[in-house]
């Protein structure tokens, strides 16, 4: 659905039995359609800015946030008022590097005169992972110097499926047979191993692609994750019965 100020335009692409056809989506299909109907009408004035509804806020460039303070990149822009309710970036936050800025350290391990300070844009494993195959310019987390400790307020393995607490309906095959829930992980350092338990049994170990299929009776489970420097993340899921 779309509006202009003269015309409401309303676009729907589908099949006539309601299947779902891959592609055939909103995005599409139709919302492409809708906005070259808008093109071609004649609407005149566009809509009046509501002055009166709106303030000028200083946001993160690169989150769209509102700027927090490690904000390294800002602009003002106008926004809703009501968008003041709204929380400072959370991505941004400040790291200590050492002298040429490739690898983090702390205090303990490079001394007072080893660190400098940096802003850094960092996303949680999950969403780093497909934000960066259509953003280069992402800059992923520098490795920590050897000897140094390690960031535990920051995220390193973060599950894409299955997400935590999700009832999982498993299908048959064309044999009747049932098929595997294929779960799969992201690790901000690709090569690190992860070692896979389901319910406390050793399932196997992943580097670089962390997929596996997992096959399950009916019943609640727990799928951990263990990378080889300790770090454990675990997701509770139900696998419903099979009709």
């Known amino acids: 659905m779309g509006t202009t100020p003269g015309h409401v335009i309303g676009v729907w692409a589908g099949n006539a039995g309601g299947e779902g056809r891959p592609g055939l989506t909103g995005s599409a299909a139709a919302a492409p359609l809708m906005f070259d109907l808008a ?6 004035d566009w809509f009046s800015q509501p002055q009166n509804e709106m303030t000028m806020v200083k946001v993160c460039r690169a989150s769209g946030y509102r700027a927090g303070n490690d904000c390294s990149e800002t602009e003002e822009i106008y926004i809703c008022r009501n968008g003041l309710r709204t929380a400072a970036c959370p991505y941004h936050r400040i790291i200590h590097l050492d002298i040429t800025g490739t690898k983090r350290v702390t205090a303990e391990c490079a001394g ?5 300070s940096a802003s850094w844009f960092i996303l949680p494993p999950a969403m780093e992972y497909f934000y960066r195959h259509k953003h280069p310019e992402y800059r992923p987390l520098p490795p920590w110097m050897k000897g140094c400790g390690h960031d535990s ?3 390193v393995m973060e599950f894409i499926y299955p997400a935590p607490g999700i009832d999982i309906f498993i299908p048959r095959d ?3 047979e049932l098929t595997r829930v294929v779960a799969e992980a992201v690790h ?3 090569e690190k191993k992860i070692f896979w338990h389901l319910d406390d049994k050793y399932l196997t170990t992943t580097r670089s692609i962390h ?3 997992i ?7 727990v799928l951990t994750l263990v990378d080889e420097d300790g770090n454990t993340i675990r997701c509770p899921f139900t696998i419903l019965k099979p009709l």
């Open 39 to 44: 093109g071609i009408l004649r609407s005149g």
């Open 112 to 116: 007072a005169e080893g660190i400098r």
């Open 153 to 155: 307020n920051i995220q």
């Open 174 to 176: 064309h044999t009747g």
């Open 188 to 190: 901000r350092e690709r």
């Open 211 to 213: 997929q596996t299929d």
């Open 215 to 221: 096959l399950a009776p009916a019943g609640a489970h």
